[in-house]
């Protein structure tokens, strides 16, 4: 590409052209320290406006995620609930399972830890009722070899009760009274787990306790 020209125009005092010219500008030339300048300058120009770019983007970036994350979170939380509950069902459902051929291979089990923990309570009573269902000659027979071993010395009176579940039982004494059934105790955990997981989640408090002795 040609350069053009330039005019130089002199004019006098009463505005007539006294003196025009024309000439060519010429191009200036730089040196190579120079051209390394304006190169090195235009690259951390381009650095820094990359970085600015870079910046600007991962802020957007993490402006979206938080604004996602903050969107998904009742989801998110829904699904941790969901996720409690099923855990405390299958918890349950092995404890059941569990408890349940524990009590069929051992019936005697729980009145007999029974009797050891009241031991000292029953030691002065001349009398104990034993209430259960379906207890035969080898039961009470077992029953009363218990109380012997926990110390006791006085009457053993047995009580059938048809109405209550496998491995249940009630104990009487003159100034006390015990009982113990399965299916209620594991009915009222079940209870007790659902109500604290639903107040954890922010829906109703855990239920008081009631007064009674279960083994």
Known sequence: MSTPFAFDTEFSADGSVVRESAWKPTKRSYMPAEVDALVAHAKL????????????????????????????????????????????????AAARAIGGAA???????????????????IDASPRLVVRAAGLDDEGRAQIE??????????????????????AAFKLEWADGRADHDPEGSAQRVAEALTAALAAEAGHAEPPINTDRSDF
Request: charged share 20%; net charge negative.
């Open 45 to 92: 120009e381009a650095r820094q406006q990359a970085l600015a770019e870079i910046d600007n983007i991962r802020a957007m970036a993490l402006t979206n995620i938080a604004q996602g994350v903050a969107a998904a979170m009742p989801s998110l939380r829904g699904v941790a609930q969901a996720h409690r509950e099923q855990s405390a069902d299958l918890a349950l």
């Open 103 to 121: 009590l069929e291979r051992f019936p005697q089990a729980p009145l007999r830890a029974a009797l050891e923990a009241l031991a000292q309570e």
């Open 145 to 166: 070899r218990a109380c012997a071993d926990s110390g006791f010395t006085g009457v053993v009176a047995f009580r059938d009760e048809p109405g209550m579940g496998f």
